[in-house]
């Protein structure tokens, strides 16, 4: 979510407050917030394992949105300057995009377990990258593509689809990655005009009224010890966000950024530990090619910075 980061979710860059360059103390955080986010997606699993997918995102969208309007009445001006905004309409559409994507990745946790869903996931900062031509008009060099080409090798390494009887199922994942790229740049996008506050309130706000709306229809009985998970995964939620955004107050996102693959790891173990999947050979060889092909991105992409 994930930063995904549900993984997940994960605002391409929360709030600033400050500008610092304390790398060691920003990738410590990073780190951190891998381990809650990787948390955050097996309590997602277990939940969504139980009860309604859709319910149990808006519980948790619930208290999300609680954490962003309480951001914004902290902030200079309160809520009204910061839900201040002349693209309303595409703020709505980037909060109600990550919220299906969310659906859409923990529906994937469910069917696949999370060491494929997440292996698979991964891919999406290749996939901003070869969408950030079309989408946003920036040049993509040849070197970028063939490092987005063997990501994608990676990717068929592991649904193999040529393999057997393939799994229809296994594209879900992929698809989560395709949705959370295309936030990702939308949100780009949207920092031309908008205050990276006002993407983040809108982001709960909008994703919050979606989910109820969708949510509400699902609502079932929750057992007295799931309602301690849930409570959990809403507090994972918030915690995780308000570590990257100490991440990013303490250092530059290109500095960070690699260490968010260490919610792979953390969610792998996990899945194994926890729900007894198995790591599958060439699962583990298509995430080694994914993560590698994504650190050559983000190395382009500070070496042109």
Not at 33 to 38: E, R, W
Not at 124 to 136: R, W
Not at 268 to 281: M, P, Q
């Amino acid at each position: 979510m994930t930063m995904r980061p549900d993984a997940k979710i994960l605002e391409p860059h929360p709030p600033r407050i400050t500008q610092k360059n304390n790398v060691t103390a920003g990738v410590l955080l990073m780190i951190a917030a891998t381990i809650v986010f990787a948390l955050q997606d097996g309590i997602s699993r277990h939940l969504a394992g139980q009860y309604n997918t859709f319910m149990v995102i808006m519980i948790r969208y619930w208290f999300f949105a609680l954490f962003v309007i309480a951001l914004a009445a902290r902030a200079p001006g309160g809520i009204r300057a910061t839900a201040r905004t002349d693209q309303l309409g595409l703020q709505i559409f980037r909060g109600v995009l990550l919220v299906a994507e969310i659906c859409v990745a923990v529906y994937a946790f469910t069917v696949l377990g999370l060491v494929e869903s997440v292996a698979v996931f991964i891919c999406y900062p290749l996939l901003v990258a070869a969408l950030s031509g079309p989408v946003l008009g920036e040049t993509v060099g040849w070197r970028r593509w063939a490092a987005i080409s063997v990501g994608l090798i990676g990717v068929l390494i592991i649904l193999q689809p040529g393999v057997g009887v393939f799994d229809p199922l296994a594209i879900i994942p992929f698809i989560s990655a395709l949705m959370f790229a295309l936030y990702g740049l939308i949100t780009r996008y949207a920092a031309r005009r908008d205050s990276t506050a006002t993407s983040f309130f809108w982001t709960g706000v909008a994703g919050m009224v979606a989910m109820t709306l969708v949510g509400m229809w699902y609502w079932e009985p929750m057992s007295p010890g799931d309602w301690r998970w849930m409570g959990l995964l809403c507090v994972s939620g918030v915690t995780g966000h308000w570590l990257l955004i100490k991440c990013y107050e303490m250092a530059e996102a290109s500095a960070v950024q690699p260490f968010a693959y260490f919610h792979l790891i953390w969610a792998a173990a996990l899945g194994v530990v926890v729900f007894g999947e198995v790591i599958r050979t060439n699962v583990a060889i298509g995430a080694a090619i994914i993560v590698a092909a994504g650190l050559f991105t983000l190395w382009r992409e500070r070496q042109k910075g």
